[in-house]
């Protein structure tokens, strides 16, 4: 990847397949590490991947926002995800929505209600009720993060039916998901990140 290839100018008007490679180099080369890491499903791992160190920098969030705004499907009435990985990608997301002339809201999800005033879990515009929001994850591991966004939009009325992430691990995730009626797609796939990294 070179500077080029992460100016404003270039990530606002590159193709599809541009975007993808240079999320893909972002992710390679500033959120996948190798050793011994424990994941916060408490399971062992000889790698981790941290993507806030790609959504939190400028050219991922553009990269990312543009790629996952094409998928969402035309119904979408915002966007949302768990804090905190995904604050970011739902912030991009809406940001570029409204470049594209189709805005829709970003909703971050608490972890734990908010403990004061109206103790909210959602955080953003509210929505009319069944309206159809797309959860965003970072890295889907086992699948319960993005589980947990999942059951309190559905909470709120709200229908939830598909999940776009940038990185499936693929240990359970999907398969989590598919059991609940609800569609994973995701950027790509660990062995794509692996390969890319070798």
Known sequence: MNINQTSSSFLATANIDSLRQVLLDLIVKYAYVEGDFVLSSGAKSTYYINCKQV????????????????????????????????????????????????????????????????????????????????????VVTTGASALTAVERLQDAGYEVTQILALVDREQGGRELYQSQGIKLQALFSIKEVQQYST
């Not at 009435?77 to 470049?99: C, K, N, Q, R």
């Not at 959602?122 to 069944?130: D, F, V, Y």
């Open 55 to 138: 959504t939190l920098r400028a050219e991922g969030a553009l990269a990312l926002g543009r790629l996952l705004f094409k998928l969402l499907p035309k119904d979408t009435a915002a966007v949302a995800g768990l804090t905190l990985g995904a604050d970011p990608m739902v912030s991009a997301v809406s940001v570029v929505s409204a470049w594209e002339n189709d805005p829709l809201p970003a909703l971050i999800i608490r972890k734990e209600p908010k403990g004061h005033g109206t103790k909210a879990y959602i955080e953003g515009p509210s929505l009319t009720e069944n309206s159809k929001v797309v959860v965003l994850e970072d």
